[in-house]
């Protein structure tokens, strides 16, 4: 390992190309000592711990993670008790249970734990998925009365409807019984139902609040057959063993990108042993469909493989798809399902590039992106809501800043929008307040992110409003976008050793970052341009070491262009990925900043 930063700044500079400042991430030393004394860690990994604020005692539980030590008793979130006696009360009497789903895959894996566990017991659970451009998010009356229409007595709503107030209200009023089972930041009067279980509702004791909702509905799980049990209502089948779904809960964990720290982290780690035996029919032929061999399963199967081809069927697709792949145990039908959802997956990007390029056409034409506005809102006619807010996520990255995308549909005049943010800026409660001001037509959602509905003719008065909301939070913002270092190394030492090493500290995800490490002094080698704006090249050290590296989607940006010139004397930050191409069971480094210190 290299020696620490420089005078004059880390590594001598005060500014990367990007703008961005670097630091060592900060630790506290004592911890990083007793992690080094009660886990027998060498330094950089025992300090890498300690600056993820785990505490001495939590060391083990961090690093092997178990249901034993973690789980929470379900009684004490708000309202489980009532939901588990609720639902097995309308199981035993033979009412028709249904569940209402989010399109995401957080709502998709929700309802395929409930379904697996229904069907354990030899129930079907039909599931109900709204229409993301017909219905929108959530429930609705009208989809209540098409419940209701077919039978449904009893509807458990699944990362979604703790905001649904006047919804479920109207179910009450057509005979409709309701469990909510959510995650979202919610009103303090919450909707009247049978029970509402919400780790985040307010006066919950759980200390939970980072579960996505399947992690919610694990716990659930855990509820119904406790409840179960004093029912003596496995006699016949035998308790369902929950642990065997923990995929389903880790797939939500991660995809949702919830902050994987205890319990959550137990469900994320766990979670992804259960899916390396890849015995999900749906999970194992969606693999397939995307060509990728069916090995140990890693944070980065779930977030970039799996997890946009459910997305895709909710985003421009059948948004039934994802909790039906999940939900089967066909596997012919979960090889159909994977194919469509493949399909949809490739248009989705297509259809995803191009907004991206003429979003970032018609801000950076403005300037918009390289002034003092607090945040950039971005509007186009037949942008697809399905993938506006990954569009704002791309653009925000760029340009470091809350950007809010919005597609406007021509006929009726309507713009629906979603927003990325950055941390220290609340987004969702700016664009929550821009509803209650009557800015918006509708609109909610968290720190980091938001959805929106506007008229076309008001977006300039949204823009207006969101920059006077955001504008005092933008210098706590900056202060917050540093480029945090785990280690200094040199090229010699980016080896497979030192990348496995610090993969004891995965999954990775807020709260849990992955591993930033920081060479000085390299020249660039063999420098290229790909498809996307990627660039590939070698990082050599002045010793003749080198490691390859890649950067995504920079080739327009100054970073891009400084690699792609051949230069030396850089400093770049990044992360060490496995690289098993052709066997060689090397590393590449997967560029996250570049600096010149000479332009400091």
């Not at 999970?283 to 997305?311: C, Q």
């Not at 941390?423 to 409660?429: E, Q």
Request: aromatic share 4%; hydrophobic share 45%; proline share 5%.
């Amino acid at each position: 390992m290299a020696d620490g930063a420089l005078a004059g700044g880390f590594l001598n500079f005060r500014q990367s190309l990007s703008g961005r400042q670097w630091r060592m991430r900060p630790a506290d030393p004592a911890v990083t000592r007793a992690h080094i004394q009660t886990l027998g860690l060498d330094e950089p990994l025992a300090r890498a711990l300690a600056a993820r604020e785990v505490a001495p005692d939590d060391g083990i539980h961090f690093l092997n993670p178990t249901l034993k030590a973690l789980f929470p008793d379900p009684s004490t979130f708000m309202d489980m008790d009532a939901a588990a006696t609720a639902i097995l009360d309308a199981l035993q009497s033979g009412e028709k249970i249904h569940v209402f789903a989010d399109y995401d895959v957080d709502g998709a894996s929700s309802a395929a734990l409930l379904v697996r566990w229904f069907r354990h017991l030899g129930a079907e659970l039909p599931i109900y998925v709204p229409d993301r451009l017909k219905e929108g998010y959530g429930p609705s009356a009208p989809a209540f009365d098409r419940l209701k229409a077919i039978g449904a007595d009893l509807v458990i709503t699944v990362d979604c409807g703790a905001a649904a107030n006047e919804a479920v209200a109207h179910a009450a009023s057509i005979g409709l019984k309701v469990v909510v089972i959510d995650h979202h930041m919610m009103r303090e009067e919450p909707p009247s139902c049978l029970a509402l279980v919400n780790p985040n509702r307010p006066g919950c004791a759980s200390g939970q609040g980072n579960l996505a909702a399947a992690g919610v509905v694990f716990v659930l799980l855990a509820a119904l057959n406790r409840e179960g049990r004093k029912r003596n209502l496995f006699a016949q089948c035998g308790e369902p063993d929950i642990r065997q779904w923990l995929d389903l809960a880790a797939m939500g964990a991660i995809c949702d990108v919830t902050r994987l720290t205890g319990f959550n982290r137990a469900l994320a780690s766990l979670g992804l042993k259960v899916m390396s035996n890849w015995r999900n029919p749906g999970l194992h032929a969606l693999l397939a469909a995307a060509g990728t061999e069916h090995g140990p399963a890693k944070s980065n199967h779930v977030g970039f493989i799996l997890g946009p081809r459910i997305n895709a069927g909710g985003r421009i697709g059948k948004s039934d798809l994802g909790a039906r792949l999940l939900s089967t145990d066909d596997e012919a039908e979960a090889r159909m399902l994977a194919k469509e959802l493949d399909a949809l997956n490739l248009a989705r990007r297509e259809v995803e590039s191009d907004v991206t390029e003429m979003a970032i056409r018609r801000v950076e034409s403005s300037g918009a992106h390289n002034d003092d506005s607090a945040v950039v809102v971005v509007a186009g006619e037949d942008w697809h809501p399905g993938i506006v807010g990954i569009v704002a996520g791309r653009l925000r990255e760029r340009w470091r800043k809350p950007v809010i995308v919005i597609g406007v549909d021509p006929v009726t005049g309507i713009g629906k929008g979603s927003g990325r943010s950055q941390p220290g800026m609340n987004l969702g409660r700016a664009i929550q307040q821009a509803w209650e001001d009557g800015v918006l037509i509708a609109g909610g959602g968290h720190a980091m992110a938001a959805g929106l509905t506007v008229l076309a003719d008001r977006i300039d008065e949204l823009r207006a409003y969101l920059n006077d909301k955001l504008s005092g939070e933008q210098e706590a913002a900056q202060a917050l976008d540093w480029v945090e270092v785990d280690a200094l190394i040199d090229p010699r030492a980016a080896t497979r050793e030192l990348f496995e090493a610090f993969e004891q500290l995965a999954p990775y995800g807020p709260g849990n970052p992955e591993p930033l490490f920081a060479m000085e002094n390299l020249q660039v080698r063999e420098p290229m341009a790909m498809n996307g704006g990627h660039v590939r090249c070698r990082l050599v050290g002045p010793d003749g070491a080198s490691v390859r590296a890649i950067a995504w989607r920079c080739a327009d940006l100054q970073t891009g262009k400084t690699l792609l010139s051949g230069q030396g004397g850089l400093c770049v930050a990044g992360r060490l990925k496995a690289d098993d191409w052709n066997g060689r069971r090397g590393v590449q480094l997967e560029i996250e900043d570049v600096a010149d210190p000479r332009m400091a």
